[in-house]
């Protein structure tokens, strides 16, 4: 279960799985100055980038993964469905992965020991899955959750160990949420024709639930999905925001690690 612990300065929102912890950070703790303050850990939004870099230190510090920040993954996030596999810590594997996710990937697949994988988030929702041999870090905006990246992600995991549905754990992260999400009746309609549940009537989407269906579609047993029901935009204290910041922001990520 999701639990909110202080390691220092640096706030998480975390559960080990097995052999995997995984955390929702929080945005304070850090070093980063206004707007991004403080705990920024998107190297995009226009921040120092000697702050991030604290910032990111931090974060695997208080998972006591410090030790192994030289491997660390962090994605171009696009908005696409693009998922990265890594099987192994090896440097020349390693290399090739960030040249691939350089390029554009919304999802890192990992079953590699002691590889932190990091995505960052303002809104959209992240996802991270866990099974005894291995994690799935996924960055699920409208567009990734429309495309089923997480039902993806986690039919990749499933291949790249052998494991059967049922031992995969799924974590919802900190987003904006379906009571606050207005979009356009178009989009209502395109997510009512691909979720059952959704109205298409209505101007306020539930991403999460949409992701709730794709897992479960794919095995993913309901009562393993853990929400931890936190708003981006009402916990704008405790969580950057797009929309309640006007577009300028800091990041939050999801990270794990198997060690």
């Known amino acids: 279960m999701?639990?909110?612990k202080s390691h220092g300065p640096v706030t998480l929102v975390q559960d080990a799985c097995g052999p995997v912890t995984i955390a929702f950070t929080e945005r304070t703790g850090g070093v980063s100055q206004p707007p991004f303050a403080s705990l920024n850990l998107g190297t995009h939004v226009g921040d120092d980038a000697q702050a991030v870099a604290e910032n990111r230190r931090r974060v695997l510090a208080?998972?006591?993964?410090?030790?192994v920040a030289c491997r660390l993954l962090v994605p171009n996030q696009v908005h696409g469905d693009h998922v990265a596999v890594v099987t192994s810590s090896e440097p020349a594997q390693l290399d090739?992965?960030?040249?691939?996710?350089?390029?554009?990937?919304?999802?890192?697949?990992?079953?590699?020991t002691d590889v932190p994988v990091m995505?960052?988030?303002a809104d959209c929702v992240p996802v991270v899955l866990a099974s005894p041999e291995g994690f799935a870090v996924i960055h699920s905006g409208w567009k990734g959750t429309y495309a089923r990246i997480s039902a993806k992600a986690a039919r990749i995991l499933m291949q790249t160990t052998g494991a059967d549905a049922s031992s995969i754990r799924a974590y919802i992260g900190p987003h904006i949420r379906g009571d606050e999400y207005e979009v356009s009746s178009d989009l209502m309609q395109r997510f009512a024709e691909r979720f059952p549940g959704i109205d298409a009537a209505g101007s306020l989407?539930?991403?999460a639930s949409c992701i709730r269906q794709a897992l479960a579609k794919v095995g993913v047993p309901e009562e393993a999905i853990d929400d931890a029901g936190l708003s981006t935009i009402r916990m704008n204290d405790r969580f950057f925001s797009y929309r309640a910041e006007h577009g300028t922001c800091g990041r939050h990520a999801a990270v794990a690690i198997m060690r």
Not at 62 to 67: I, Y
Not at 96 to 112: L, S, W
């Open 2 to 4: 999701l639990e909110r």
């Open 62 to 67: 208080a998972l006591d993964a410090e030790d």
């Open 96 to 112: 090739a992965v960030r040249d691939e996710i350089a390029r554009g990937a919304d999802a890192i697949v990992c079953t590699a």
């Open 119 to 121: 995505l960052c988030y």
């Open 205 to 207: 989407l539930d991403l």
